[in-house]
Nanobody
């Protein structure tokens, strides 16, 4: 089992920046690929970004490419640096993990955190 705890979400003005963190505990963190997803009320959870076991490869949704950066420190933490935030980035952001595949879709995530709210005001 892997436990994931997100933090860092808050209210921010459009154009601002936030850094989300995801702390993992349980099994060997370095063997898991990690991802970030987001969800707004009434909509399906959507992929935002993912990073492989070593941190050497990353993937991004087109909507955040060039503005968001995913990283990991290979102790227990995964980060999502969010720059040039837009009101449409407002959502609950979830951390996800999988020991066997890259979590590029909701169905590819084996473990989930509880989420952290990001609100971007215009």
């Amino acid at each position: 089992q892997v436990q994931l705890v997100e933090s860092g979400g808050r209210l921010v003005q459009a154009g601002g920046s936030l850094r989300l963190s995801c702390a993992a505990s349980g099994r060997t963190f370095s063997s898991y690929a990690m991802g970030w997803f987001r969800q707004t009320p009434g909509k399906e959870r959507e992929f935002v970004a993912a990073i492989n076991w070593s941190g050497g490869s990353t993937w991004y949704a087109d909507s955040v490419k060039g503005r968001f950066t995913i990283s990991r420190d290979n102790t227990e933490n995964t980060f999502l640096q969010m720059n040039r935030l837009k009101p449409e980035d407002t959502a609950v952001y979830y951390c996800a993990a999988n020991g066997r595949k890259i979590p590029l879709a909701v169905g590819a995530a084996a473990y989930w955190g509880q989420g952290t709210q990001v609100t971007v005001s215009s």
